[in-house]
Protein backbone atom coordinates (compact mmCIF):
# COMPACT_ATOMS: atom_id res chain seq x y z
CA UNK A 1 0.00 0.00 0.00
CA UNK A 2 2.75 2.21 0.94
CA UNK A 3 4.38 1.70 -2.44
CA UNK A 4 1.01 2.93 -4.41
CA UNK A 5 0.90 5.91 -2.50
CA UNK A 6 4.24 6.95 -3.35
CA UNK A 7 3.42 6.51 -6.80
CA UNK A 8 0.28 8.11 -6.44
CA UNK A 9 1.96 11.33 -4.99
CA UNK A 10 4.58 11.27 -7.57
CA UNK A 11 1.48 11.48 -10.32
CA UNK A 12 -0.34 14.20 -8.78
CA UNK A 13 3.00 16.28 -8.21
CA UNK A 14 3.92 15.98 -12.14
CA UNK A 15 0.83 16.87 -13.32
CA UNK A 16 1.34 20.11 -10.92
CA UNK A 17 4.41 20.49 -12.54
CA UNK A 18 3.27 20.64 -15.83
CA UNK A 19 -0.09 22.38 -15.33
CA UNK A 20 2.59 25.23 -14.26
CA UNK A 21 4.80 25.08 -17.22
CA UNK A 22 1.62 24.99 -19.77
CA UNK A 23 -0.14 27.92 -17.84
CA UNK A 24 3.73 29.76 -18.38
CA UNK A 25 3.82 30.16 -21.72
CA UNK A 26 0.86 31.03 -24.15
CA UNK A 27 0.27 27.80 -26.75
CA UNK A 28 0.36 28.41 -30.61
CA UNK A 29 -3.43 30.14 -31.18
CA UNK A 30 -3.28 32.09 -27.98
CA UNK A 31 -5.23 35.50 -29.24
CA UNK A 32 -5.80 38.91 -27.51
CA UNK A 33 -7.03 42.13 -29.12
CA UNK A 34 -8.14 45.13 -28.23
CA UNK A 35 -8.21 48.83 -30.29
CA UNK A 36 -4.88 49.24 -28.67
CA UNK A 37 -3.08 46.00 -28.80
CA UNK A 38 -3.09 42.73 -30.91
CA UNK A 39 -1.57 39.92 -29.13
CA UNK A 40 -0.95 36.18 -30.67
CA UNK A 41 1.23 33.47 -30.87
CA UNK A 42 0.77 32.25 -34.57
CA UNK A 43 3.24 29.68 -34.40
CA UNK A 44 6.72 28.66 -32.84
CA UNK A 45 8.21 30.42 -34.34
CA UNK A 46 6.00 33.96 -35.11
CA UNK A 47 4.77 36.16 -32.23
CA UNK A 48 1.83 39.24 -33.09
CA UNK A 49 2.49 41.73 -29.58
CA UNK A 50 1.61 45.10 -31.36
CA UNK A 51 1.04 48.12 -30.18
CA UNK A 52 -1.86 49.78 -32.03
CA UNK A 53 -1.73 54.07 -33.29
CA UNK A 54 -4.72 55.01 -35.04
CA UNK A 55 -5.52 57.71 -36.95
CA UNK A 56 -6.85 60.89 -34.49
CA UNK A 57 -10.59 60.20 -33.05
CA UNK A 58 -10.63 56.82 -35.33
CA UNK A 59 -12.05 58.95 -38.22
CA UNK A 60 -11.56 58.12 -41.94
CA UNK A 61 -8.47 60.29 -43.03
CA UNK A 62 -7.95 62.56 -46.03
CA UNK A 63 -6.14 61.71 -49.26
CA UNK A 64 -3.92 65.03 -49.84
CA UNK A 65 -2.15 66.98 -52.63
CA UNK A 66 1.80 66.92 -51.73
CA UNK A 67 3.83 69.55 -52.00
CA UNK A 68 7.61 68.70 -52.88
CA UNK A 69 9.14 71.19 -50.59
CA UNK A 70 11.74 73.40 -52.06
CA UNK A 71 14.14 75.44 -49.62
CA UNK A 72 13.57 79.42 -51.20
CA UNK A 73 15.57 81.71 -50.65
CA UNK A 74 13.20 83.72 -48.41
CA UNK A 75 12.73 81.09 -46.14
CA UNK A 76 16.88 80.21 -46.65
CA UNK A 77 16.90 84.28 -45.26
CA UNK A 78 13.87 83.70 -42.54
CA UNK A 79 16.50 80.74 -41.20
CA UNK A 80 19.21 82.21 -41.06
CA UNK A 81 17.71 85.26 -39.36
CA UNK A 82 16.09 82.85 -36.64
CA UNK A 83 19.47 81.34 -35.90
CA UNK A 84 20.40 85.19 -35.05
CA UNK A 85 23.26 85.21 -37.40
CA UNK A 86 23.82 86.85 -41.15
CA UNK A 87 25.08 85.02 -44.14
CA UNK A 88 28.63 86.09 -45.67
CA UNK A 89 28.44 83.87 -48.23
CA UNK A 90 26.44 81.94 -50.89
CA UNK A 91 27.47 79.53 -53.36
CA UNK A 92 26.13 77.55 -56.41
CA UNK A 93 27.27 73.97 -56.20
CA UNK A 94 27.89 71.83 -59.33
CA UNK A 95 25.80 68.31 -58.82
CA UNK A 96 24.32 66.83 -61.53
CA UNK A 97 19.93 66.97 -61.30
CA UNK A 98 20.15 69.27 -58.32
CA UNK A 99 19.93 72.80 -57.54
CA UNK A 100 22.66 72.48 -54.58
CA UNK A 101 23.59 75.79 -52.33
CA UNK A 102 25.97 76.36 -49.42
CA UNK A 103 26.15 78.91 -47.39
CA UNK A 104 28.97 80.11 -44.58
CA UNK A 105 27.08 81.75 -41.93
CA UNK A 106 28.81 84.92 -39.51
CA UNK A 107 28.60 82.73 -36.47
CA UNK A 108 30.56 80.02 -38.46
CA UNK A 109 27.17 78.00 -38.70
CA UNK A 110 27.40 76.19 -42.32
CA UNK A 111 23.87 76.01 -44.11
CA UNK A 112 23.49 73.20 -47.27
CA UNK A 113 20.52 72.79 -49.85
CA UNK A 114 19.85 70.31 -52.14
CA UNK A 115 16.66 71.14 -54.55
CA UNK A 116 15.70 68.21 -57.30
CA UNK A 117 16.03 70.24 -60.07
CA UNK A 118 13.32 67.79 -61.75
CA UNK A 119 10.52 68.79 -58.67
CA UNK A 120 10.07 64.48 -58.60
CA UNK A 121 12.27 63.93 -55.85
CA UNK A 122 12.14 65.67 -52.41
CA UNK A 123 14.92 68.00 -50.79
CA UNK A 124 17.10 68.57 -48.50
CA UNK A 125 18.47 70.94 -45.84
CA UNK A 126 21.01 70.81 -43.39
CA UNK A 127 22.82 73.31 -40.70
CA UNK A 128 25.58 72.68 -38.71
CA UNK A 129 28.25 74.96 -36.40
CA UNK A 130 31.48 74.23 -34.78
CA UNK A 131 29.67 73.34 -31.15
CA UNK A 132 28.37 70.19 -32.85
CA UNK A 133 31.40 68.59 -34.40
CA UNK A 134 31.15 65.96 -31.49
CA UNK A 135 27.86 64.85 -33.09
CA UNK A 136 28.88 61.84 -34.58
CA UNK A 137 32.21 61.65 -33.02
CA UNK A 138 30.58 60.33 -29.80
CA UNK A 139 27.28 58.29 -31.68
CA UNK A 140 24.28 60.22 -30.14
CA UNK A 141 21.94 59.62 -32.77
CA UNK A 142 21.15 59.53 -35.98
CA UNK A 143 17.24 59.49 -36.44
CA UNK A 144 14.45 56.73 -35.91
CA UNK A 145 15.63 55.10 -38.90
CA UNK A 146 19.27 54.51 -38.16
CA UNK A 147 18.32 53.70 -34.64
CA UNK A 148 16.20 51.04 -35.48
CA UNK A 149 19.08 48.97 -37.15
CA UNK A 150 21.81 50.00 -35.47
CA UNK A 151 20.54 50.63 -31.44
CA UNK A 152 23.69 49.10 -30.51
CA UNK A 153 25.82 51.12 -32.24
CA UNK A 154 24.68 54.81 -30.75
CA UNK A 155 24.20 56.02 -26.98
CA UNK A 156 20.91 56.81 -27.77
CA UNK A 157 19.62 55.12 -24.75
CA UNK A 158 22.05 56.65 -22.55
CA UNK A 159 20.12 60.04 -22.46
CA UNK A 160 16.23 59.39 -22.56
CA UNK A 161 16.02 60.52 -18.89
CA UNK A 162 13.98 63.26 -18.38
CA UNK A 163 16.25 66.29 -17.26
CA UNK A 164 15.76 70.40 -17.36
CA UNK A 165 19.17 72.37 -18.10
CA UNK A 166 20.22 75.35 -16.29
CA UNK A 167 19.76 77.35 -20.21
CA UNK A 168 16.33 76.22 -20.49
CA UNK A 169 13.65 73.77 -20.37
CA UNK A 170 12.64 70.64 -22.52
CA UNK A 171 9.52 72.35 -23.40
CA UNK A 172 11.36 76.16 -23.85
CA UNK A 173 13.56 74.71 -25.84
CA UNK A 174 11.50 72.74 -27.95
CA UNK A 175 9.37 75.80 -28.79
CA UNK A 176 12.28 77.54 -30.17
CA UNK A 177 13.18 75.08 -32.23
CA UNK A 178 9.57 74.93 -33.26
CA UNK A 179 9.67 78.34 -34.34
CA UNK A 180 12.70 78.54 -36.22
CA UNK A 181 10.91 75.06 -38.26
CA UNK A 182 7.70 77.26 -38.59
CA UNK A 183 10.19 80.25 -40.65
CA UNK A 184 10.60 77.21 -43.26
CA UNK A 185 6.98 76.00 -43.76
CA UNK A 186 7.28 73.26 -40.65
CA UNK A 187 4.06 74.09 -38.58
CA UNK A 188 2.38 70.49 -38.12
CA UNK A 189 5.06 68.35 -36.43
CA UNK A 190 5.02 65.01 -34.37
CA UNK A 191 7.98 65.03 -31.87
CA UNK A 192 8.80 61.44 -31.74
CA UNK A 193 11.93 61.79 -29.35
CA UNK A 194 13.64 63.72 -27.52
CA UNK A 195 17.14 62.93 -26.10
CA UNK A 196 18.77 65.32 -23.48
CA UNK A 197 22.38 65.53 -23.81
CA UNK A 198 23.99 65.61 -20.44
CA UNK A 199 27.61 66.47 -20.01
CA UNK A 200 28.26 63.94 -16.98
CA UNK A 201 26.99 61.39 -19.71
CA UNK A 202 29.36 62.11 -22.32
CA UNK A 203 32.29 62.56 -20.02
CA UNK A 204 31.34 58.59 -18.86
CA UNK A 205 30.91 58.12 -22.61
CA UNK A 206 35.14 59.01 -23.87
CA UNK A 207 36.04 56.37 -21.70
CA UNK A 208 33.46 53.99 -23.06
CA UNK A 209 34.61 54.86 -26.49
CA UNK A 210 38.55 53.75 -25.99
CA UNK A 211 37.07 50.13 -25.52
CA UNK A 212 38.46 47.64 -28.34
CA UNK A 213 34.80 47.32 -29.42
CA UNK A 214 34.13 51.09 -30.60
CA UNK A 215 37.35 51.51 -32.52
CA UNK A 216 37.34 52.40 -36.26
CA UNK A 217 37.99 49.06 -38.20
CA UNK A 218 40.44 50.90 -40.69
CA UNK A 219 42.46 51.57 -37.53
CA UNK A 220 43.13 54.53 -35.21
CA UNK A 221 41.08 55.79 -32.42
CA UNK A 222 37.81 57.57 -31.77
CA UNK A 223 38.40 60.88 -31.17
CA UNK A 224 37.19 62.08 -27.14
CA UNK A 225 37.17 65.32 -26.03
CA UNK A 226 38.73 65.59 -22.27
CA UNK A 227 36.89 69.01 -21.07
CA UNK A 228 32.53 69.03 -20.89
CA UNK A 229 31.18 71.01 -19.21
CA UNK A 230 27.36 72.23 -18.36
CA UNK A 231 28.35 74.20 -21.51
CA UNK A 232 27.53 71.25 -23.86
CA UNK A 233 24.42 70.34 -22.44
CA UNK A 234 21.76 69.81 -24.90
CA UNK A 235 18.73 68.49 -26.05
CA UNK A 236 18.59 66.41 -29.42
CA UNK A 237 14.64 66.81 -30.77
CA UNK A 238 13.20 64.29 -33.83
CA UNK A 239 10.42 65.67 -35.35
CA UNK A 240 8.32 64.09 -38.32
CA UNK A 241 6.14 66.12 -40.51
CA UNK A 242 2.52 65.70 -39.68
CA UNK A 243 -1.10 65.40 -41.93
CA UNK A 244 -3.78 66.07 -39.43
CA UNK A 245 -1.92 64.88 -36.85
CA UNK A 246 -0.90 61.62 -37.92
CA UNK A 247 3.03 61.14 -38.36
CA UNK A 248 4.79 60.77 -42.11
CA UNK A 249 6.26 57.51 -42.04
CA UNK A 250 10.23 57.90 -41.48
CA UNK A 251 11.92 54.58 -42.99
CA UNK A 252 13.72 54.39 -46.20
CA UNK A 253 12.44 51.42 -48.65
CA UNK A 254 13.63 50.45 -51.81
CA UNK A 255 11.58 47.48 -53.34
CA UNK A 256 10.99 46.19 -57.20
CA UNK A 257 7.60 48.25 -57.49
CA UNK A 258 8.09 51.06 -54.64
CA UNK A 259 11.00 53.19 -53.24
CA UNK A 260 10.31 55.55 -50.97
CA UNK A 261 12.78 58.00 -48.75
CA UNK A 262 11.72 58.51 -44.62
CA UNK A 263 11.32 62.29 -43.72
CA UNK A 264 12.45 63.40 -40.53
CA UNK A 265 13.95 66.43 -38.94
CA UNK A 266 16.95 66.46 -36.22
CA UNK A 267 17.66 69.52 -34.26
CA UNK A 268 20.19 69.50 -31.26
CA UNK A 269 19.64 72.41 -29.16
CA UNK A 270 22.03 74.40 -26.79
CA UNK A 271 22.21 77.15 -25.06
CA UNK A 272 23.88 79.20 -27.98
CA UNK A 273 20.56 77.83 -29.80
CA UNK A 274 20.79 75.44 -33.10
CA UNK A 275 23.75 73.90 -33.79
CA UNK A 276 22.81 71.13 -35.48
CA UNK A 277 19.58 70.75 -37.67
CA UNK A 278 18.66 68.26 -40.46
CA UNK A 279 15.59 68.50 -42.67
CA UNK A 280 15.41 65.10 -44.38
CA UNK A 281 12.58 64.79 -47.60
CA UNK A 282 10.15 67.02 -47.03
CA UNK A 283 6.74 66.39 -48.75
CA UNK A 284 3.65 68.73 -47.34
CA UNK A 285 0.25 68.60 -47.74
CA UNK A 286 -1.57 71.22 -49.61
CA UNK A 287 -4.81 70.51 -51.14
CA UNK A 288 -7.74 67.80 -50.36
CA UNK A 289 -8.07 65.49 -52.98
CA UNK A 290 -10.54 63.04 -51.71
CA UNK A 291 -12.19 62.50 -48.42
CA UNK A 292 -13.15 58.51 -48.36
CA UNK A 293 -16.17 57.33 -46.85
CA UNK A 294 -14.48 53.88 -45.71
CA UNK A 295 -11.32 52.45 -44.21
CA UNK A 296 -9.85 48.85 -43.52
CA UNK A 297 -9.22 48.50 -40.10
CA UNK A 298 -6.25 47.99 -38.51
CA UNK A 299 -7.24 44.14 -37.79
CA UNK A 300 -7.50 44.39 -41.33
CA UNK A 301 -4.33 45.43 -42.30
CA UNK A 302 -2.66 43.16 -39.97
CA UNK A 303 -4.71 39.75 -41.20
CA UNK A 304 -3.09 40.92 -44.50
CA UNK A 305 0.25 41.20 -42.97
CA UNK A 306 -0.18 37.87 -41.08
CA UNK A 307 -0.88 35.72 -43.75
CA UNK A 308 2.06 37.56 -45.41
CA UNK A 309 4.42 36.67 -42.72
CA UNK A 310 3.17 33.11 -42.10
CA UNK A 311 4.13 32.12 -45.37
CA UNK A 312 7.77 33.12 -45.82
CA UNK A 313 9.19 29.94 -44.76
CA UNK A 314 12.85 31.41 -44.10
CA UNK A 315 11.66 33.53 -41.63
CA UNK A 316 12.29 32.26 -38.27
CA UNK A 317 11.10 34.37 -35.03
CA UNK A 318 9.17 37.12 -36.56
CA UNK A 319 7.55 39.14 -34.04
CA UNK A 320 4.94 42.24 -35.32
CA UNK A 321 5.56 44.56 -32.77
CA UNK A 322 3.61 47.88 -34.01
CA UNK A 323 0.92 48.32 -36.05
CA UNK A 324 1.09 52.18 -36.61
CA UNK A 325 -1.64 54.78 -38.69
CA UNK A 326 1.16 56.97 -41.12
CA UNK A 327 1.00 59.10 -44.24
CA UNK A 328 3.49 58.29 -47.05
CA UNK A 329 3.52 60.49 -50.15
CA UNK A 330 3.57 58.80 -53.83
CA UNK A 331 3.71 59.73 -57.24
CA UNK A 332 0.51 59.83 -59.28
CA UNK A 333 1.52 60.76 -62.55
CA UNK A 334 3.35 64.37 -62.65
CA UNK A 335 2.31 65.25 -58.57
CA UNK A 336 2.78 63.41 -55.52
CA UNK A 337 -0.14 62.52 -52.95
CA UNK A 338 -0.30 61.69 -49.43
CA UNK A 339 -2.11 58.59 -48.65
CA UNK A 340 -3.03 57.44 -45.32
CA UNK A 341 -1.27 54.09 -44.75
CA UNK A 342 -1.40 51.05 -42.26
CA UNK A 343 2.19 50.55 -41.41
CA UNK A 344 3.53 46.17 -39.54
CA UNK A 345 6.59 46.78 -37.84
CA UNK A 346 8.08 43.26 -37.68
CA UNK A 347 11.49 41.93 -37.51
CA UNK A 348 12.56 38.29 -38.40
CA UNK A 349 15.73 36.35 -38.42
CA UNK A 350 16.52 34.34 -41.82
CA UNK A 351 17.61 30.71 -41.38
CA UNK A 352 20.43 31.16 -43.63
CA UNK A 353 21.91 33.71 -41.35
CA UNK A 354 21.30 32.91 -37.40
CA UNK A 355 21.69 35.33 -34.86
CA UNK A 356 21.40 38.28 -36.83
CA UNK A 357 17.58 40.46 -37.23
CA UNK A 358 16.03 42.11 -40.17
CA UNK A 359 13.36 44.58 -40.17
CA UNK A 360 10.45 44.60 -42.45
CA UNK A 361 7.93 47.34 -43.16
CA UNK A 362 4.29 45.99 -44.38
CA UNK A 363 2.45 49.10 -45.90
CA UNK A 364 -1.27 48.22 -46.64
CA UNK A 365 -3.08 51.81 -48.24
CA UNK A 366 -5.65 52.63 -45.61
CA UNK A 367 -8.25 53.22 -48.11
CA UNK A 368 -7.71 50.51 -51.03
CA UNK A 369 -5.88 47.85 -48.89
CA UNK A 370 -3.38 47.82 -51.33
CA UNK A 371 0.27 46.94 -50.34
CA UNK A 372 2.83 49.18 -51.58
Known amino acids: ?221 NPIKEDWSESDDGYIFEFFLSVDGTPMFYGNISKETYSYLGSSIIVWYQSSGIVQMTVSWPVLPTSVVEEPTQMISASEALSYAKTKLSSILTHKNTVVSNVSAEYIYVHDDDQFLLRPVWIIYSTYEDTSLPDYTYREYIIIDAITGYEY
Not at 59 to 86: A, H, M, Q, W
Not at 188 to 207: A, P, Q
Open 1 to 221: MRKISYLACFAVFTFFILSLMACSSDPVGTQVEDPKHFYEQVSENFLIDAEVSSFPNDSIPKIYLGDCTRFTDSEISSLVLSLNTTLVQWNTLDIPLTEAYEGYCANEGYIYVENDSSGLYPNYLSYSHPLSEWWGNYHIYGGQSHYDNNSDSVFADRFTESVDFAFATAEESENCVRKTLSSLGFDDLFLNRTLYVDDCILTDNSSILQEPEWQPIKGGS
